[in-house]
């Protein structure tokens, strides 16, 4: 896999971390300001995966990435 296919496979990883951990901490947060934290993370992740997403879509057109690996 090319390093630039690996990091795209590390960001999409991240953000699915980002989203879990954004719902655990709004769903357990005691205060608003925890709440707007969680949901600027999650709006954030949200937008990073879908970049990344569109990224891949290119590699895979291209060639690069190979699509029996998760990704």
Do not use: F, S, V
């Not at 953000?15 to 951990?21: C, G, N, S």
């Not at 925890?34 to 990224?55: F, H, N, P, S, V």
């Amino acid at each position: 896999m090319k390093p630039c296919d690996n990091n795209l496979k590390k960001t999409l990883h991240l953000t699915d971390e980002m989203i879990e951990l954004a719902n655990i901490g709004d769903a357990e947060r005691e205060d608003t300001g925890c709440g707007i934290l969680y949901g600027i993370m999650r709006d954030a992740a949200y937008k990073i995966q879908k970049l990344a997403e569109t990224e891949r879509e290119k590699h895979i057109k291209k060639g690069w990435w190979h699509q029996n690996r998760k990704p």
